[in-house]
């Protein structure tokens, strides 16, 4: 693309700016196209950005492509196209119409502004966290006239005059308490959480949290089939799974098609099939020839916590009585009956993993992320919601925010809050940890498990400064591995942007 082409030039179809962001159904319609874009910027780039370089996955088959191979090495290059930002500057342009424009229209609704201003924040709080330094545009690009080469600006500076404020109007315009699929009050309030534990202001993000705690529109879900509705997906043929649990078969089939639905779901970003655009999850993560696999650290660091054997999950916790249950059949006299037997482990495990309970079927480092879907399907069928913000997410971040502010008794409380909704055993305050650190440890491993496939992790350990204490002693043990250095841990700006704008330097780094 040349520089030219950095934004689209028309918001809307052929219709023009003079003609449009007239009436309020010209706003609304313009927002609207902001969702759009958002959608064409992180179909892909949610789960390549903000998990696939981080330890919940490795590298799958053979035919895993160079692209992909490069997040899960660490080894990024320049000429890796998912960090072009083409559609990424698309989304802030049409924030930045709506911005300019909706202020002049005559009885718009003032939440659209507050999305306006939302949106423009979530698009730049990605953008430093990606490439840590970007260009900036808080101004409309209307026409070709306008300059459009410009270098790039410190994160600090981006965050201080661009996303702190643009988070703080979008609370003050934002009337809506929640909604599944467009900024409202709940999910302003996540985006804000998420912002202030960055810059690790941790009073701050726990005064967020608590005032979207305090709208009270969200609650855990408390059952196996509740939690995995949240993400179910799956048009495959319907067939038994061979699961059941504690309370009935309520598992027993799959092949249900989209549920993606649940008291827990803040906002998610949604597809649809008459959508132009297709989603990307079956391409991530179910994909007949797989990219990625979940990667043998976190499967061992799942069954250690939770173990799978019978022996072993007594001993650790001999109150505590599994949710799942299988079929096993047996003799008596002759006679073949059918009974049910206890599956040990962490339930969500066997969820997210390719082959259900049946572990033999995939060895550790082999298996796929089976949360939005457990067959082969056709990918023109995808239309899986981006799940952004959970409920279950923004306890855990409370939680961390609590255990920094020295509050080690909410902190916990939190961690169980969400262990009782898993009906899984209680952690106690020795294995929670003796230090700060030891417990913020446990709150990412809390994390990492619960939100495994939903774009989080990489963030996570950039966030509390882990990624290079976590990440290479896996790399260093990976024969295509790259070890990261603090400069690696952004990413390279796509050559082609380079080209078209000479005022860009290259991530350091990276040649």
Known sequence: MSCDNLVDEQPISEIGFTEFWKTPNDAENGVAGAYDRMQKSFKANHYFWGEMRADNFHEGSGGATANNLELVFNDLTSGNDYFRWNNLYN?????????????????????????????????????????????????????????????????????????????????????QFANPYRFSKSSIFCLQAEVYMHLQDYNKAKEALDKFEALNEFTLTNSVQGWQNLFLNDIGEKIPSGITTINGPELELRGTGKIQSGSELILSIN??????????????FMTGIPSFYISPALENKWRTKFPIDSTTWVNKYPTVAPQLTQKVSYTDNGVLLDSLAPVYGDWRYFLCR???????????????????????????????????????????????????????????????????????PMVTLTEFGATIDDRENYILDERQLELLGEGKRWWDLMRTGKTIEVMNPILNTVPNGIPLTPQRIFSPIFDDHLIENPLLEQTLGYN
């Open 91 to 175: 989304l802030i342009n049409q924030a930045n119409l709506a911005i300019k424009y909706l202020p002049e229209i005559q009885g718009v609704n003032r939440s659209l502004l507050g999305e306006a201003y939302a949106l423009r924040a979530f698009a730049y709080f990605h953008a430093i966290r990606v490439w840590g330094s970007v260009p900036v545009f808080t101004d409309p690009i209307e026409n070709q006239n306008q300059e459009l080469q410009r270098p790039r600006t410190n994160g600090t500076t981006i965050m201080n005059e661009v996303i702190i404020p643009d988070i703080i109007a979008a609370e003050g315009f934002m009337e």
């Open 354 to 424: 390719e082959g259900d309970i049946d572990v033999l079927s995939q060895e550790i480092g082999e298996a796929r992320s089976t949360k939005y879907q457990k067959t082969n399907a056709g990918l023109g069928f995808d239309d899986s919601d981006i799940v952004l913000y959970r409920y279950s997410g923004m306890k855990l971040l409370l939680a961390e925010a609590e255990n920094r502010l020295g509050n080690t008794t909410k902190a916990l409380e939190l961690v169980n809050e969400i262990r009782t909704a898993r009906m899984l």
């Open 271 to 284: 597809f649809d099939l008459l959508d132009t655009d297709r989603a990307a999850i079956y391409a991530i």
